[in-house]
């Protein structure tokens, strides 16, 4: 029993995603080695020898790589399947975009978003918006996983590993990049952050969203989100959405205002340790699953718990 | 079939009333004359309504949809909706909206015709057919009709699995382009903005390609009365989808179904102040 797992890196630094999918590798069984692919990887092969469990890291450079492009990463990928049993990625956007195709070119099913891991062939992912979880049993004689890592905690460090690299392989023939627009922040990552303060349709405008969720968020040291509504609105760009077709978080804390809590945000954050809210709406969905609610409107609350925060500490 | 029809109008005049976007139907086609030749292929997904929140089946075998509303998957309407738009703007020339499920998915094809699909086709099966298979039963069509391009939502929000698109590419061996939020077609490329981790990223693939959606790309309209006269005089074949000879098998077994852990409603606070202090309290500051 071998699994491969395709590293989640960005901005030259591997993501804590990873060491989560290593959890989740280590509960399937078997040798475990990490693909490193992209353009510049040295020092991201570096952090991932060090996890633990790791046996080998495989590292594979090019341009498509480097940009993400998901047929350079099936053609990579899919040769190096005859030593493993099992793929796993980590259920980002660039997960999902390269996971099945991988699969339907290795002729198996894809299981996404896994949550857990019941048996070496058994798995548990969320169906439904949440509202559902389903176990699956793979009877592919390779199985190939997304994983939902807000799920699995963090493998430890203290690992050795090799470092290898592999041919990169033929890339990506029929599609060239562009460009990209990336948000810049020195906020803790969404997906990984501790806490998130999210924001919703009731701000009203992008210069709103910006003068009342972004500081806080600074003065909690937390990651910002968005209802789908903020960003269909623009108040917020496509990367802070939280929701069934956004990120799915998990943090100590998820601070919501603004958001009425509709099935498809929850589906999100439902799983966070701490739910608070603030709403004006005393009936919004939102107060059904949080801990602690506060009726009341953001445009008073949001200064009054800025300034308690400084109180406090 | 008479029983089929029939039903397929009753859907169609119950359309998602969520959005009230302006009734553009009527002004299709006008660069009819112009449209290049291009053919896209737009596969739409009979599912829960938007709005039902799914109930897990008390034996545990899967989610009770019986008596449930079911509408068309969103992000199917919102790639249907941009074919539509591309072929009003001359870039494409027919559009063929694919459904694969029981009869009543002819219901979705209407419903797609009603936005401004040409033709419909529906892959008659009871099985529920996974992802891949899902895939295997496209490319066959595919293979037939060979479409240009290929449009179709990033995920249905039942299995919420997000793979078919990007199975069916592989399968095809084209270069897809996922999530996509903006695309412009030019002769035999098509430029793609896709909604990726920290941002957006923009490529351009060269045709035939397969495109997925995202919910930014557009909002699709509000079909009007005279389009849903229309749409049930477009011709809509019916084929048994065991017919294509194409492994349907399921490769997973469902073990079981079972409800989320729920959560309870905690205390309300009585301000700001209050909610700090528990924060403090967890450890959080």
């Not at chain 2, 001359?90 to 209407?110: H, K, M, W, Y």
């Not at chain 2, 351009?204 to 397969?210: G, W």
Request: net charge neutral.
């Amino acid at each position: 029993m071998a699994v491969l797992i395709i590293a989640d890196h960005g901005e030259g630094v591997l993501r804590d995603a990873t060491h989560k999918t290593v959890t989740a590798a280590t509960q399937i069984g078997g040798e475990i080695d990490i693909l490193v692919a992209g353009k510049g990887v040295d020092v991201i092969a570096d952090s991932a020898a060090k996890i633990s469990g790791v046996r080998a890291v495989l590292t594979a450079e090019s341009d498509a790589l480097g940009k993400g492009l998901a047929e350079a990463f099936a053609s990579l990928t899919v040769p190096l399947m005859a030593g493993y049993d099992a793929l796993l990625v980590s259920a980002t956007a660039q997960g999902k975009n390269i996971a099945p195709r991988i699969a339907a070119k290795l002729d198996v099913a894809q299981i996404s978003d896994v949550i857990a891991v019941v048996t070496a062939d058994t798995f548990v992912h969320p169906i439904y918006a949440g509202n559902a979880l389903e176990t699956v049993q793979s009877s592919d004689p390779k199985k190939v996983l997304t994983v939902r890592t807000s799920a699995f905690d963090s493998a430890a460090e203290g690992g050795s590993a090799k470092i290898s690299s592999v041919d990169p392989g033929p890339g990506a023939p029929g599609t060239k990049f562009v460009s990209d627009a990336m948000v810049k922040s020195d906020r803790p990552e969404l997906a990984g952050a501790k806490i998130v303060v999210s924001g919703g349709r009731a701000l009203g405008s992008a210069e709103e969203f910006q003068s009342v969720i972004e500081p806080l968020a600074d003065k909690l040291g937390a990651a910002v989100g968005a209802s789908r509504a903020a960003v269909d609105a623009g108040y917020a760009p496509n990367d802070y959405q939280v929701g069934q077709t956004g990120k799915v978080v998990a943090p100590d804390l998820y601070l919501a205002i603004g958001i009425s809590g509709a099935i498809q945000h929850l589906a999100g954050m439902k799983d966070s340790k701490i739910i608070a809210a603030i709403n004006k709406d005393p009936d919004a969905p939102i107060f059904a699953i949080a801990d602690y609610g506060l009726v009341q409107d953001y445009k008073v609350a949001v200064p009054e718990m800025m300034k308690a925060l400084d109180a406090l500490k | 079939m008479r029983w089929g029809s029939k039903n397929g109008s009753r859907a169609a005049l119950i359309l998602p009333k969520r959005r009230s976007g302006v009734m553009r139907g009527r002004n299709r086609k006008i660069n009819e004359g112009y449209a290049a030749a291009m053919k896209v292929l737009v596969p739409v997904k009979r599912v829960i309504d938007y709005n039902v929140k799914a109930r897990v089946k008390s034996d545990h075998t899967g989610v009770d949809l019986a008596n449930v509303k079911m509408s068309m998957n969103p992000f199917c309407e919102i790639a249907i909706e941009e074919a539509v738009r591309q072929q009003e703007k001359g870039t494409v020339s027919e559009v063929l909206a694919v459904s694969i499920g029981p009869i009543q998915a002819q219901d979705t094809i209407r419903t797609a015709m009603a936005i401004g699909a040409d033709r419909g086709l529906l892959l008659q099966t009871d099985a529920d057919p996974q992802p891949l298979a899902v895939a295997k039963l496209l490319k066959a069509i595919v293979d037939e009709e060979k479409p240009d391009l290929v449009i179709m939502g990033k995920q249905a929000i039942d299995g919420d699995n997000n793979a078919a698109g990007q199975m069916l590419a592989a399968l095809l061996d084209w270069p897809q382009a996922t999530f996509a939020s903006k695309i412009e077609i030019s002769g035999k490329t098509a430029t793609v903005t896709r909604e990726v981790d920290g941002g957006l990223q923009t490529i351009e693939v060269t045709l035939p390609a397969v495109i997925t959606v995202d919910l930014r790309l557009n909002e699709p309209r509000y079909a009007s009365l005279p389009n849903i006269m229309k749409a049930k005089k477009k011709p809509l074949e019916v084929r048994d989808a065991a017919s294509l000879g194409v492994d349907m098998a399921p490769r997973l077994k469902v073990v079981t179904v079972t409800e989320p852990p729920k959560r309870e409603a905690g205390v309300k606070v009585a301000d700001a102040a209050e909610l700090a202090a528990k924060f403090k309290a967890a450890g959080l500051l």
